[in-house]
T-cell receptor, first 116, second 112 residues
Framework: KAGVTQTPRYLIKTRGQQVTLSCSPI?????VSWYQQTPGQGLQFLFE???????NKGNFPGRFSGRQFSNSRSEMNVSTLELGDSALYLC???????????????FGPGTRLTVL | TQLLEQSPQFLSIQEGENLTVYCNSS?????LQWYRQEPGEGPVLLVT?????EVKKLKRLTFQFGDARKDSSLHITAAQPGDTGLYLC????????????FGQGTRLTINP
C-alpha cells in the first residue's frame, strides 16, 4: 500500500505571495492532519480534515487554510507569506476510528517551504 | 507554552552505551506516541502507549507511560549508530481527536 505523498517536496516563494501544498493520504484513510515543523517551535498542529470537514484547528492565523476533497486528498493554502512561514509542512493521514479518539497517524515526507 | 517537555534536546554517546529520553507534561494524555524522524523525511511511528504504567518493548527500545499518563520515557539499550536520528514524543489530548501535541525532540547521535 502506497504511503502518504506530498507535493511539491520543495518550494521557494517570496514574501506576500501565496502557496498551495497538496497531500494524498494512504488509500482508505479519511482523516488528514497538517503540521508545521520549524527548528524553534518544533512540530505544531495546523488543522485536521475528515470527510471534507475541518474537525480540529490549531493556533495559527487565518492566512493558513485548507480543504479536503471527496477522494480524501487535501490541500493547504498559505496566503500573504511571511519570512516566518519558512518551515517543513507535514501531512499525516489516519483511518480515524468511528468513535473519535486518536488513531495511528502516518506522516508524509513533507514539503520544505522557503520564503525569501 | 510547550505542553510536552522533552529532554535532553541533544545527546551524543558512544556505541554500546544505554540512554533514556524523557517526555514530561502537566497535562493528561489519552495516549502518547513516539516517533523517529530522519533528515528529509516525515516522522515514523515507533510505538503508541495508552494505559497508565504501560511498558512496551521494541527490540532494544523500551517505552514507558507514566501511571498518571502525564509522562513517558524511551530507553535504548546498547545503542548502535543506526539509532541516530530525531526522536519525538507526541501526546493525544483527551478532547482533541487526531490532534497531536509534540515535544521539541531529542537529537540523538551514536558514535561508532
Amino acid at each position: 500500500k502506497a504511503g502518504v505523498t506530498q507535493t511539491p517536496r520543495y518550494l521557494i516563494k517570496t514574501r506576500g505571495q501565496q502557496v498551495t501544498l497538496s497531500c494524498s493520504p494512504i488509500s482508505g484513510h479519511r482523516s488528514v492532519s497538517w503540521y508545521q515543523q520549524t527548528p524553534g517551535q518544533g512540530l505544531q498542529f495546523l488543522f485536521e480534515y475528515f470527510s471534507e470537514t475541518q474537525r480540529n484547528k490549531g493556533n495559527f492565523p487565518g492566512r493558513f487554510s485548507g480543504r479536503q476533497f471527496s477522494n480524501s486528498r487535501s490541500e493547504m493554502n498559505v496566503s500573504t507569506l511571511e519570512l516566518g512561514d519558512s518551515a517543513l509542512y507535514l501531512c499525516a493521514s489516519s483511518f480515524r476510528l468511528a468513535g473519535g479518539g486518536t488513531d495511528t497517524q502516518y506522516f508524509g515526507p513533507g514539503t520544505r517551504l522557503t520564503v525569501l | 507554552t510547550q505542553l510536552l517537555e522533552q529532554s535532553p534536546q541533544f545527546l551524543s554517546i558512544q556505541e554500546g552505551e544505554n540512554l533514556t529520553v524523557y517526555c514530561n507534561s502537566s497535562s493528561v494524555f489519552s495516549s502518547l506516541q513516539w516517533y523517529r524522524q530522519e533528515p528529509g523525511e516525515g516522522p515514523v511511528l515507533l510505538v503508541t502507549v495508552v494505559t497508565g504504567g504501560e511498558v512496551k518493548k521494541l527490540k532494544r527500545l523500551t517505552f514507558q507511560f507514566g501511571d498518571a499518563r502525564k509522562d513517558s520515557s524511551l530507553h535504548i539499550t546498547a545503542a548502535q549508530p543506526g539509532d541516530t536520528g530525531l526522536y519525538l514524543c507526541a501526546g493525544a489530548q483527551i478532547q482533541g481527536a487526531q490532534k497531536l501535541v509534540f515535544g521539541q525532540g531529542t537529537r540523538l547521535t551514536i558514535n561508532p
